[in-house]
């Protein structure tokens, strides 16, 4: 059963960096897409990016479009998400998720086609 745990939330100043990374239990996320979504208090679930794994293809909501890079690393087991010039309205528990790639990276993302949630992390911006 695949399992992930996210890491790497904490409390930065605005216009600050954060990396959060995204640990699978299994050897490797070849034909999976991991996706990063956000909840904020009082606000719905924003999908904020996904990437293939195989291929390395990305989707960014506008919200975080340049500012934002997702990443996998060469064993295909750990997915990135540097966050660079953090702002206030960032601030949410960030959680990744995956699912088997059965359509665009956008579609797997803008539709929450993802099956496997990980616990969450807490980031905040605030000075």
């Known amino acids: 059963q695949l399992q992930l745990v996210e890491s790497g939330g904490g409390l930065v100043q605005p216009g600050g960096s954060l990396r959060l990374a995204c640990t699978a239990s299994?050897?490797?996320?070849?034909?999976?897409?991991i996706g990063w979504f956000r909840r904020a208090p009082g606000k719905e679930r924003e999908g904020v990016s996904c990437i293939s794994v195989s291929d390395g293809s990305t989707y960014y909501a506008d919200s975080v479009k340049e500012r934002f890079t997702a990443s996998r690393d060469n064993t295909k087991t750990t997915v990135f998400l540097e966050m660079n010039r953090l702002k206030p309205e960032d601030t949410a528990v960030y959680y990744c998720?995956?699912?088997?790639?059965?359509?665009?990276?956008?579609?797997?993302?803008?539709?929450?086609?993802?099956?496997?949630w990980g616990q969450g992390t807490q980031v905040t911006v605030s000075s």
């Open positions: 998720a995956a699912g088997r790639l059965i359509t665009s990276v956008q579609n797997m993302c803008t539709m929450t086609l993802l099956h496997t």
């Open positions: 299994r050897s490797t996320l070849d034909y999976y897409v």
